[in-house]
């Protein structure tokens, strides 16, 4: 098995694939920082529900229920874009938060009081690394 470089890379990819083939339910290997995201990502109302399993290795597993639109089935997660990556990381103040589809959509950050939304950011006037857009 091989070494992923970029976790949450990972983690938006394993969403994305299991949006487009349909699945209800996507199980991703846990770590504190997706754990956040994940958190997040129900409380915009774009996962229906989120379970923190353990697991033999320790490492443990987040199971996630997929939303989609009731009438026409569409994922309610349009994109997901990884924004820093380890190779280059997009950090941004206060003052120049980037706007996610002028506002309709979140860009996910990790600061110095946690991982929050573009949003939460702005109020706190506190900047730090984004992580992915979610619109």
């Given at each position: 098995?091989?070494k992923?470089?970029?976790?949450?890379?990972?983690?938006?990819?394993?969403?994305?694939?299991a949006?487009?083939?349909?699945h209800?339910?996507?199980?991703?290997?846990?770590?504190?920082?997706?754990?956040?995201?994940?958190?997040?990502?129900f409380?915009?109302?774009?996962?229906?529900?989120?379970?923190?399993?353990?697991?033999?290795?320790?490492?443990?597993?987040?199971?996630i229920?997929?939303?989609?639109n009731?009438?026409?089935k569409?994922?309610?997660?349009?994109?997901?874009?990884?924004?820093?990556?380890?190779?280059?990381?997009k950090?941004?103040?206060a003052?120049?938060?980037?706007?996610?589809?002028?506002?309709?959509?979140?860009a996910?950050?990790?600061?110095?009081?946690g991982?929050?939304?573009?949003?939460?950011?702005r109020n706190?006037?506190?900047?730090?690394?984004?992580?992915?857009?979610v619109?």
């Open positions: 098995m091989s992923i470089t970029d976790p949450i890379a990972d983690y938006l990819t394993r969403l994305r694939n949006q487009n083939a349909g209800r339910v996507v199980e991703v290997p846990a770590s504190n920082i997706k754990k956040e995201i994940t958190k997040v990502l409380e915009k109302g774009y996962i229906l529900q989120y379970r923190f399993d353990e697991t033999d290795n320790g490492q443990g597993q987040i199971k229920a997929l939303k989609y009731k009438d026409t569409q994922p309610v997660i349009l994109k997901l874009e990884r924004a820093s990556t380890p190779g280059l990381r950090y941004t103040n003052e120049n938060m980037p706007r996610v589809l002028n506002g309709l959509g979140i996910i950050l990790s600061t110095s009081k991982i929050m939304t573009d949003k939460e950011a706190l006037h506190i900047g730090g690394e984004v992580l992915c857009y619109y």
